[in-house]
């Protein structure tokens, strides 16, 4: 079954500052259930973007960090979060040693760092995809692009002109 996307969304963020609200705004739409997948090469922002999620979420973001050594950390507060950095994942095989696939199951928001080492069969069928790209000293270009329904429904809420 193919899965239904909009046309991707593209933005310039210039500092760790803006990325951070960036990740705020999408934190303060996000409701249980939702994924969002993060790609890009190191420091191009997608734990700085994680903090803003929490924050946005109504939890302290000084508490994301990378979980790069636990594969999974959790963050509970107003929704619960579930933080996801497969950086050291190997093999597709060790993914079931996770325990992310009971992420999936509606209670947590889930954010995927490294997403792109994820095996598509374990995506469901609704998330975020979000890219950072370098394009310069400060400047990160960011490709975000709604696979699903709900997806779709915040990826409209966010962009400009959609208030």
């Not at 934190?27 to 890009?40: D, M, P, W």
């Not at 469901?124 to 696979?147: C, E, M, W």
């Amino acid at each position: 079954m193919a899965i239904e996307h909009m046309e991707p969304w593209t933005l310039a963020l210039t500092s760790s500052s803006q990325t951070k609200t960036f990740g705020s705004t999408i934190g303060r739409r996000l409701e249980r259930g939702a994924v969002i997948t993060l790609v890009g090469e190191l420091g191009s922002g997608k734990t700085t973007f994680v903090r803003g999620v929490a924050l946005g979420a109504g939890l302290d973001p000084h508490v994301v960090s990378s979980p790069t050594f636990t594969f999974i950390q959790e963050y509970v507060g107003p929704l619960m979060l579930a933080h996801v950095d497969l950086y050291r994942l190997e093999q597709s095989t060790e993914l079931a040693d996770t325990g992310l696939a009971e992420y999936f199951n509606g209670d947590f928001v889930v954010l995927i760092e490294w997403a792109d080492r994820l095996p598509a069969a374990w995506l469901p069928d609704d998330y975020l995809s979000i890219h950072f790209l370098h394009t310069g000293k400060n400047i990160r270009r960011v490709k975000v692009q709604a696979f699903g329904p709900r997806s779709r429904g915040l990826l409209h809420a966010i962009m400009p002109g959609s208030r």
